[in-house]
C-alpha cells in the first residue's frame, strides 16, 4: 500500500471569536480556506481563564455540522431545539445545526486547562435543511485500539474493525492518535478522500517532519503513516469524502448559493429560523 505525500503544511492564525474566546483558526483561515468537506478547524487551549471565560453566548448556525472534541476542561452545551449537554475531558459534542439551530457554548469550569478542537463538517446540498440534530457522546464511548505502538481513539468512521460513534451525513473518519516515543503506524484512509493530521504534541515524520501545532494536508490516494524517534506525539486525524459542491458562506451559515445565505439571514431576523 503506498503512502500518502503531504501537499501542504499550515499553522494556522491565532483568532478570537464568541464573546472574545482566543484560539487558532487552522481551517478556515485566509492561508486555508477549506479542505472539502471540511470548512474550519479550530484549536482552543489555554490555563488561563481570560483567554475563554466569555465563551460563545447563543449564535446560530445553518446548513453543516459542528462537532467539538475536548481534551482537557468543562464546558455546556445548551440550544434551540431543547439539547443540553456538559462537555468533560475526552467527550465529543455532535450537532447537526441543518435548517437552523441557535446554541451557546460557555465553559463551566472558572480555572485550570481548557483544551479542544472545533470541527465544521459541510452537508451535503440535499440535507442542508434537514431538522437538527445532536449528540452528546460521553468519553467512555468512545472506543480505542492499544497496543504497544499507543493509543487510537475512534471518534467516528472505523480503524481495524474498531467503529466510532459519531454519525454523520457524508463519510469521515475521525480519530485521535497517540504514539508511543519508538513506533509507526498506517492508517488505511479511502482512495479520493481529503485528509489532515494536525500534530498537537510531539513531533512525528509523516513522509516529512512534522511538529506540535502543524496541519498536514496529504494527497488523496494511500495509507497515512506516522513514524515517532524519541518523542510521543499526539494527533488529531481526520478524512473525509469530498462533496464537491459550491460552498457559499456568511458568517455562522454555510450554503450553496449567495441567496441561501441572504435568506439564512432573512430567516434569522424574522424568526422562522429555529422550529
Ligand atoms: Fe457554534
Request: hydrophobic letters at 35%.
Amino acid at each position: 500500500m503506498n503512502q500518502r505525500q503531504i501537499n501542504q503544511i499550515v499553522e494556522g492564525v491565532k483568532t478570537t471569536d464568541g464573546a472574545g474566546v482566543n484560539l487558532t483558526r487552522i481551517i478556515g483561515s485566509p492561508e486555508l480556506n477549506m479542505l472539502d468537506p471540511f470548512l474550519l478547524l479550530d484549536e482552543f487551549g489555554s490555563d488561563n481563564p481570560d483567554d475563554y471565560i466569555a465563551g460563545f453566548p447563543p449564535h446560530p448556525h445553518r446548513g453543516f455540522e459542528t462537532i467539538t472534541y475536548m481534551l482537557n476542561g468543562k464546558w455546556q452545551h445548551r440550544d434551540s431545539a431543547g439539547n443540553e449537554g456538559k462537555l468533560g475531558e475526552g467527550s465529543v459534542q455532535w450537532m447537526t445545526a441543518g435548517r437552523g439551530i441557535v446554541h451557546s457554548e460557555m465553559p463551566i469550569q472558572t480555572d485550570g486547562l481548557a483544551r479542544g478542537f472545533q470541527l465544521w463538517l459541510n452537508l451535503p446540498k440535499e440535507k442542508k435543511m434537514i431538522e437538527p440534530a445532536y449528540q452528546d457522546i460521553e468519553s467512555e464511548q468512545i472506543p480505542f485500539v492499544k497496543n504497544d505502538k499507543g493509543t487510537v481513539k475512534v471518534i467516528s468512521g472505523e480503524y481495524n474493525g474498531t467503529i466510532g460513534p459519531g454519525k454523520s451525513h457524508t463519510p469521515v473518519l475521525i480519530m485521535d492518535i497517540r504514539l508511543n516515543p519508538e513506533s509507526e503506524i498506517s492508517i488505511p484512509v479511502m482512495d479520493g478522500w481529503n485528509a489532515f493530521g494536525f500534530i498537537y504534541e510531539g513531533d512525528v515524520k509523516s513522509g516529512e517532519s512534522l511538529s506540535k501545532g502543524q496541519l498536514a494536508i496529504y494527497n488523496t490516494e494511500g495509507n497515512i503513516h506516522f513514524k515517532t524517534n524519541g518523542t510521543q506525539a499526539s494527533i488529531y486525524l481526520v478524512a473525509g469524502e469530498p462533496l464537491n459542491e459550491p460552498v457559499a458562506r456568511g458568517g455562522p451559515f454555510v450554503m450553496n448559493t449567495r441567496g441561501e445565505i441572504i435568506k439564512a439571514f432573512e430567516d434569522y431576523q424574522n424568526g422562522s429560523f429555529t422550529p
